[in-house]
């Protein structure tokens, strides 16, 4: 009889809950009672309410049980060892929990399923085929592929990733490069952590397939500091791929070359703005580039240069197995595809969601998410990091779609959602966030460097009654000048949670509150 | 933690010259450097500046730019606690005082016997499983005043 495979997550998040002791455990006991067991440590589901979420593989699929503590792993061994059989923790099959059944998984495909370890799991689960199209193609069928797709650069900006492609695949030069942004420093977002850590290959695949159609052969993975469990499976999995022929000369039998490298940032946070990163890749400060030259055509080391956040780069992979035209069946209006979702902060089930471009903030927020864990109303909803805006509930009608939250005086940025109750200050939200742009600031343009700092004074001042009024209209001016001022978007982007602080919710920088329009 | 090696040149020459031709290499270096000493020594900034051909002011530059180099030694063990957001919405700010005043240190400092060092950390990407903290590489989530006395008490021993 062949062993029991039992899933527990190595993902940061589940085992910051202890999943690695679940393990231990489990190991443990299954020889104490002599059940010959076999634990994988898959990446997460992306349902982390019910993390750590041990899994236990059955003829007829996987039953999950969650969430299991060291306390409970013997008796959940047992239980799943009898035939998957009951425990007051058994979930039955993880995709049939609403959460997951009602996502729209394409980047997230394999993601909790397969052992990010195992090259020939990936490829069991349909890995290496979008590779395996893509070389069948010529170069600019492969960007072409990409450009009808309609994907947009899933790190905040939205750009649409074909037309980068096109950029650089353009520029005749002796060495260009492609570099995934994986400097995910944004607060409330851990999709790109939970793909390099759970699907660490589709990665790799999705960087070997922009290589070979802008003609690349060198590419570069910046990772912060932050996720060294992402740096460990992904320094493992070019090894594995290189290994396996699917990196290096002659990639995957054919005339192909291209090779990858781990790089670990070092704690700065505008290192994951394209242009300070590339300047970090080089070994210097981590400084903001004025643009033109775009990194298109002068970008690492001055040669033309992909540089897309992990997000983009995972997705490839699905888009040329599976087609331009399936990929952009989901989605609205210019916001084609999926999005991998993060809900976090003070929410009932948070997780990574992957759905269609379209659905409410209030659908997200209130229905999937099941509102605030604590209990109490939500109150404000930050959306796409610290450079995103807070929405009020009145708010919560909006799509999720990059126009429409620019409409609305926000962004969607990567993606993260981080809900907060009405114990909220608004105004200290404000502060803070003035705060972390000094603090992260790179120094190079006067708005950012200098107006951050100041933007804290006058908010202090606003917060302690001083001229308020006076104060407040200095304030506005001052988020003006840093939003059109600034060189990039950490100058530029922190007026969005100031500002919307400021409009949304006045009552907590002691102004009256805003009259809302009846809800 | 590991104990860092005590300050030795040669050492620090040789993880540098080994590094010396890895495109864009200062920044594997300096992480390699504080990997092997804990924290990056002044005479380590000459050393690099003279086998990368940089001036030291470059290097310097760039050694404190980075949140993550030292200049000194860290405590033994060093304790980085999610200020961010998503933290923030889950009751970080009131660890962080906890922290704080048990520890008896604010934030960016080391205990007074050289224990624990304590730090801010900007998104440690646990935001799911929120308030969440590093102590020494090891993850730790879901804190609340009870986990985190026990993670400082395992700390200060």
């Given at each position: 009889m062949s062993d029991l495979r039992i899933f527990v997550p190595g993902d940061a998040a589940a085992v910051a809950v202890g999943a690695d002791e679940v393990a231990r455990t489990i190991e443990a006991t299954a020889e104490r009672i002599r059940t010959q067991v076999t634990v994988v440590r898959n990446g997460s589901r992306g349902l982390h309410w019910l993390e750590p979420m041990v899994e236990v593989e059955t003829a007829t699929g996987r039953i999950a049980y969650g969430p299991v503590g060291v306390a409970e792993a013997e008796s959940v061994l047992r239980a799943a060892a009898d035939n998957a059989g009951a425990h007051p923790l058994r979930l039955g099959?993880?995709?049939?929990?609403p959460f997951l059944k009602n996502q729209t998984r394409l980047?997230?495909?394999?993601c909790g399923i397969?052992?990010?370890?195992s090259l020939d799991d990936y490829r069991a689960h349909g890995g290496y085929k979008g590779l395996e199209r893509a070389l069948a193609m010529t170069a600019l069928a492969v960007v072409e592929e990409v450009t009808q797709s309609g994907?947009?650069?899933?790190?905040?900006?939205?750009?649409?990733t074909g037309i980068k492609w096109k950029t650089v695949a353009e520029t005749a030069a002796d060495q260009k490069y492609i570099v995934c942004n994986?400097?995910?420093?944004?607060?409330?977002?851990?999709a790109d952590r939970m793909i390099m850590e759970g699907d660490p290959f589709v990665l790799v695949e999705g960087m070997t397939i922009a290589g070979l159609a802008v003609g690349a052969t060198q590419g570069y993975i910046y990772v912060r500091s932050e996720y060294p469990h992402a740096v460990a499976v992904l320094s493992d999995a070019i090894r594995t791929a290189r290994k396996g022929g699917l990196?290096?000369?002659?990639?995957a039998g054919s005339q192909l070359t291209f090779d990858l490298e781990v790089r670990v940032g070092?704690?700065?946070?505008?290192?994951?703005e394209e242009t300070a990163l590339l300047d970090s890749l080089e070994g210097k400060r981590g400084m903001v580039r004025a643009k033109p030259p775009l990194p298109a055509h002068k970008?690492?080391?001055g040669k033309p240069t992909v540089i897309n956040n992990v997000l983009s780069l995972a997705t490839v992979p699905i888009i040329l197995e599976k087609g331009a035209v399936f990929y952009k069946e989901f989605g609205m209006g210019r916001s084609r595809g999926t999005m991998p979702i993060q809900l976090a902060g003070n929410i009932k089930y948070p997780g990574l969601y992957e759905t269609a471009?379209?659905?409410?903030l209030g659908e997200l927020v209130e229905?999937?998410?099941?509102?605030t864990a604590t209990g109490r109303p939500v109150r404000a909803v930050q959306v796409g990091g610290p450079l995103g805006a807070y929405f009020p509930r009145?708010?919560?009608?909006?799509?999720?779609d990059y126009e429409a939250f620019a409409k609305a005086d926000g962004l969607i940025g990567h993606g993260g959602i981080v809900v907060f109750d009405d114990s909220v200050d608004m105004a200290k939200q404000a502060r803070f966030a003035m705060e972390f742009c000094a603090i992260e600031?790179?120094?190079?343009?006067?708005p950012c460097r200098v107006g951050s700092t100041r933007g804290v004074e006058v908010i202090d001042r606003i917060i302690a009654n001083r001229d308020r009024v006076a104060n407040t209209a200095l304030l506005e001016d001052l988020c003006n000048t840093m939003k059109f001022?600034?060189?990039?978007?950490?100058g530029g982007f922190t007026p969005y949670p100031v500002m919307s602080a400021l409009t949304h919710f006045p009552e907590d920088f002691g102004a009256p509150p805003r009259l809302q329009a009846a809800e | 933690m590991p104990l860092s090696a005590p300050w030795n040149p040669d050492t620090a020459r040789a993880i540098i010259i080994e590094k010396?031709?890895?495109?864009?290499g200062l920044l594997p270096i300096l992480h390699a450097l504080q990997e092997e000493f804990g924290y990056i020594d002044r005479e380590a900034v000459r050393l690099i500046a003279d086998i990368l051909n940089l001036s030291r002011a470059e290097v310097h530059g760039v050694v404190t730019f980075y949140?993550?180099?030292?200049?000194r030694p860290a405590g033994q063990h060093v304790f980085k606690l999610c200020r961010a957001e998503s933290c923030q919405a889950r009751g970080g700010d009131a660890l962080a005082a906890r922290a704080s005043a048990r520890l008896g240190v604010a934030f960016g400092d080391t205990t007074a016997d050289g224990r624990v060092t304590l730090e801010p950390v900007?998104?440690?990407?646990l935001c799911s499983v929120s308030p969440a903290a590093m102590l020494d590489g090891k993850v730790v989530a879901r804190l609340d005043e009870k986990k985190l006395d026990a993670l400082l008490a395992e700390a200060e021993r």
């Amino acid at each position: 009889m062949s062993d029991l495979r039992i899933f527990v997550p190595g993902d940061a998040a589940a085992v910051a809950v202890g999943a690695d002791e679940v393990a231990r455990t489990i190991e443990a006991t299954a020889e104490r009672i002599r059940t010959q067991v076999t634990v994988v440590r898959n990446g997460s589901r992306g349902l982390h309410w019910l993390e750590p979420m041990v899994e236990v593989e059955t003829a007829t699929g996987r039953i999950a049980y969650g969430p299991v503590g060291v306390a409970e792993a013997e008796s959940v061994l047992r239980a799943a060892a009898d035939n998957a059989g009951a425990h007051p923790l058994r979930l039955g099959r993880p995709e049939e929990i609403p959460f997951l059944k009602n996502q729209t998984r394409l980047t997230f495909a394999r993601c909790g399923i397969v052992d990010p370890r195992s090259l020939d799991d990936y490829r069991a689960h349909g890995g290496y085929k979008g590779l395996e199209r893509a070389l069948a193609m010529t170069a600019l069928a492969v960007v072409e592929e990409v450009t009808q797709s309609g994907l947009r650069g899933r790190g905040g900006a939205g750009f649409p990733t074909g037309i980068k492609w096109k950029t650089v695949a353009e520029t005749a030069a002796d060495q260009k490069y492609i570099v995934c942004n994986a400097d995910e420093g944004d607060s409330g977002t851990f999709a790109d952590r939970m793909i390099m850590e759970g699907d660490p290959f589709v990665l790799v695949e999705g960087m070997t397939i922009a290589g070979l159609a802008v003609g690349a052969t060198q590419g570069y993975i910046y990772v912060r500091s932050e996720y060294p469990h992402a740096v460990a499976v992904l320094s493992d999995a070019i090894r594995t791929a290189r290994k396996g022929g699917l990196l290096g000369d002659n990639v995957a039998g054919s005339q192909l070359t291209f090779d990858l490298e781990v790089r670990v940032g070092a704690g700065a946070y505008v290192c994951g703005e394209e242009t300070a990163l590339l300047d970090s890749l080089e070994g210097k400060r981590g400084m903001v580039r004025a643009k033109p030259p775009l990194p298109a055509h002068k970008g690492l080391f001055g040669k033309p240069t992909v540089i897309n956040n992990v997000l983009s780069l995972a997705t490839v992979p699905i888009i040329l197995e599976k087609g331009a035209v399936f990929y952009k069946e989901f989605g609205m209006g210019r916001s084609r595809g999926t999005m991998p979702i993060q809900l976090a902060g003070n929410i009932k089930y948070p997780g990574l969601y992957e759905t269609a471009f379209g659905v409410t903030l209030g659908e997200l927020v209130e229905h999937i998410g099941g509102g605030t864990a604590t209990g109490r109303p939500v109150r404000a909803v930050q959306v796409g990091g610290p450079l995103g805006a807070y929405f009020p509930r009145s708010l919560f009608d909006v799509p999720f779609d990059y126009e429409a939250f620019a409409k609305a005086d926000g962004l969607i940025g990567h993606g993260g959602i981080v809900v907060f109750d009405d114990s909220v200050d608004m105004a200290k939200q404000a502060r803070f966030a003035m705060e972390f742009c000094a603090i992260e600031s790179c120094g190079k343009c006067t708005p950012c460097r200098v107006g951050s700092t100041r933007g804290v004074e006058v908010i202090d001042r606003i917060i302690a009654n001083r001229d308020r009024v006076a104060n407040t209209a200095l304030l506005e001016d001052l988020c003006n000048t840093m939003k059109f001022g600034s060189l990039c978007a950490l100058g530029g982007f922190t007026p969005y949670p100031v500002m919307s602080a400021l409009t949304h919710f006045p009552e907590d920088f002691g102004a009256p509150p805003r009259l809302q329009a009846a809800e | 933690m590991p104990l860092s090696a005590p300050w030795n040149p040669d050492t620090a020459r040789a993880i540098i010259i080994e590094k010396q031709t890895v495109p864009g290499g200062l920044l594997p270096i300096l992480h390699a450097l504080q990997e092997e000493f804990g924290y990056i020594d002044r005479e380590a900034v000459r050393l690099i500046a003279d086998i990368l051909n940089l001036s030291r002011a470059e290097v310097h530059g760039v050694v404190t730019f980075y949140h993550d180099f030292r200049q000194r030694p860290a405590g033994q063990h060093v304790f980085k606690l999610c200020r961010a957001e998503s933290c923030q919405a889950r009751g970080g700010d009131a660890l962080a005082a906890r922290a704080s005043a048990r520890l008896g240190v604010a934030f960016g400092d080391t205990t007074a016997d050289g224990r624990v060092t304590l730090e801010p950390v900007y998104c440690l990407g646990l935001c799911s499983v929120s308030p969440a903290a590093m102590l020494d590489g090891k993850v730790v989530a879901r804190l609340d005043e009870k986990k985190l006395d026990a993670l400082l008490a395992e700390a200060e021993r």
